[in-house]
């Protein structure tokens, strides 16, 4: 159980075009989603906390503006990176929390490679 | 095998013996840690966790020790295997905390066969 989908597993896009991705709870409802963001051999750094019904929370030096998250479901939330530049190009990852369980966020999808050129 | 110091960033071990990998965390608040494998391409895979309230906890051919007096944490692999290949991370969370989880740098687990 608790399985998160994220789609897509890569993609290639222009620079200054926007990208969506998407992570869905299968299994569970997700109050709770985390944004990561992972580059070549580096760890994983939080980008943002996404909730249910409410505005997300960006970590420090993350840009708003640039890194749109929607989270209307409890079982979907998305990241669409707007204007897309090179230095965007990582491993994006995302996580939920299960709703009712103790422990947190554990369950990551599969990740989602951009590639901006 | 074992990785010394804070953590070394590859640790290479033959198939059949134990592994070691640390991680030194940094919020002395931190009282849940998990630890998880990356496989290159994939999102991380839970592994074991632990509270503060413990000092150890044993999985399937793993074990995660927690040292909360020099905030240190040990994952243990008893009997390495090839499909042990992959990167471990340490996450460091503070209840409470909306669930944030703050990794570390991970090391790169190397089983030679």
């Known amino acids: 159980g608790a399985v998160v989908s994220q789609h897509p597993s890569w993609v290639i896009c222009k620079s200054g075009t926007s990208v969506k991705i998407e992570c869905r709870s299968l299994d569970f409802q997700a109050t709770t989603m985390f944004w990561y963001r992972q580059f070549p051999k580096q760890s994983l750094m939080l980008m943002a906390t996404?909730?249910?019904?409410?505005?997300?929370?960006?970590e420090q030096g993350v840009e708003k503006d640039k890194f749109l998250i929607n989270h209307a479901s409890l079982t979907l939330s998305t990241l669409t990176v707007t204007s897309a530049h090179p230095e965007d190009s990582s491993f994006y990852i995302c996580s939920a929390r299960v709703l009712g369980r103790s422990d947190y966020g554990y369950t990551f999808g599969s990740g989602t490679r951009l590639t901006v050129v | 095998g074992e990785s010394v110091g804070l953590h070394l960033p590859t640790l290479s071990v033959q198939e059949g013996d134990n592994s070691i990998i640390n991680c030194a965390y940094s919020n002395s608040a931190s009282d849940y840690f998990i630890w998880y494998k990356q496989e290159s391409g994939k999102g991380p895979q839970f592994i074991i966790d632990i509270r503060s309230n413990m000092d150890k906890r044993q999985g399937q051919r793993v074990t995660v020790l927690l040292n909360k007096t020099v905030k240190h944490l040990s994952l243990q692999i008893a009997a390495t295997q090839p499909g042990d290949s992959a990167v471990y991370f340490c996450?460091?969370?503070?209840?409470?905390?909306?669930?944030?989880?703050?990794f570390g740098d991970g090391t790169t687990l190397t089983v030679k066969p």
């Open positions: 996404s909730n249910e019904g409410s505005k997300a929370t960006y």
């Open positions: 996450a460091e969370n503070i209840d409470g905390n909306a669930g944030k989880s703050t």
